[in-house]
């Protein structure tokens, strides 16, 4: 697996914060010497907050020599200090790597913990987008090429789009997704933020057409020199067309033609990656929803090695509440403590 080559992180933009803040969450500001730690606050009932920093903290500093860590530890003190002033239990963090995450381990001398599960894929797969479309096209899999081909002679249409009327369509389809494979969906409300906060020239949506339905439809957000997928709905009527492959060509051309450089296709799970701690139904079920999304995905460049963080850890501030929040998640623990 490969580190991050790619620059400006949409989850610590100005433009994500203003968004976690249209649907109603409290959000924290912090930048300081090359530091960044912007974050969302969660209330838990009974256990109190948390401060969550989606892909971050950022450094950008190697965390090699003495004067960095020095600084590093500085700011994680500074963050911390910040976060107790909200009262939070502990900080869940998403560092970029594992050298940043050596160097705030270092820097804290309390518990820096995994977290019990991850906020945002670990695994995903980030395509350089800079080679000609021919060339792009010739390193897909045949199999690839061959839907988008397809989805074109089919006569399957693809526009990007705000319009209200396809905003709607598109809800429908991920209410419609999001019950066939039993997966829970943000709000419809939520979604509709992504339009009413952020603008067109960074949000788009993105929809496959075909005689006259809406069978496919992606929210794509353009921000620095990357372009990321990040919501998709499809029908279940029309698979034979192979609408989604087409759909996705059509948003790296757009990509590609707006001078961005990567294609942010989120979250993958290779082999390698698999989950390992969960029951024989709940793995087979996992393992083939995502080796169908990987296979999806790694079939436009399938060369392209997939990009690997950390994970989520916390930085553990208080561990009384720590340790009751972990108690909590597991619900034979409160059973067997009422009736012991």
């Not at 509709?192 to 960074?202: A, I, R, V, W």
């Not at 979250?267 to 999304?293: C, F, L, P, R, Y």
Request: charged share 25%; hydrophobic share 35%.
């Amino acid at each position: 697996m490969k580190e991050m080559n790619h620059t400006r992180e949409l989850l610590q933009s100005e433009n994500w914060l203003a968004f976690q803040a249209s649907v109603g969450r409290e959000i924290i500001r912090f930048s300081s010497d090359d530091f960044l730690a912007n974050g969302i606050i969660h209330r838990l009932p009974l256990v109190g907050t948390y401060l969550y920093i989606p892909r971050g903290p950022i450094t950008g500093n190697s965390q090699q020599s003495t004067g960095n860590k020095q600084q590093l530890r500085g700011n994680i003190q500074k963050l911390i200090e910040e976060a107790k002033e909200k009262n939070v239990k502990w900080i869940r963090i998403e560092p970029q790597n594992e050298e940043v995450l050596q160097g705030i381990k270092e820097a804290f001398d309390g518990g820096v913990l995994r977290a019990p599960h991850n906020m945002q894929p670990k695994e995903i797969f980030v395509m350089d987008i800079t080679k000609d479309e021919e060339m792009l096209l010739a390193q897909m899999k045949s199999k690839t090429r061959y839907n988008i081909r397809l989805a074109e002679k089919r006569g399957v249409k693809v526009f990007e789009t705000r319009e209200e009327k396809y905003i709607a369509a598109f809800l429908d389809l991920i209410t419609a997704t999001s019950g066939r494979k039993g997966i829970t969906s943000h709000s419809r409300e939520y979604y509709k933020k992504f339009f009413t906060t952020l603008p067109g020239e960074m949000c788009q949506l993105f929809v496959a057409e075909y005689e006259g339905r809406i069978i496919a439809a992606n929210i794509v957000i353009f921000y620095g020199d990357t372009v990321t997928y990040l919501h998709g709905g499809t029908a279940d009527e029309h698979r034979d067309v192979m609408a989604p492959y087409l759909l996705q060509w059509e948003q790296i051309r757009v990509a590609k033609a707006r001078g961005h450089y990567f294609y942010d296709f989120g979250g993958v799970k290779t082999a390698s990656n698999q989950h390992k701690a969960m029951s024989k139904n709940q793995e087979s079920k996992n393992k083939n929803d995502w080796n169908g999304i990987t296979r999806f995905k790694v079939g436009f460049s399938p060369q392209t090695q997939s990009t690997m963080y950390p994970g989520a850890y916390d930085i553990v501030l208080d561990a009384r509440a720590y340790f009751f929040y972990n108690f909590l998640r597991h619900p034979k623990n409160i059973i067997h403590s009422l009736f012991r």
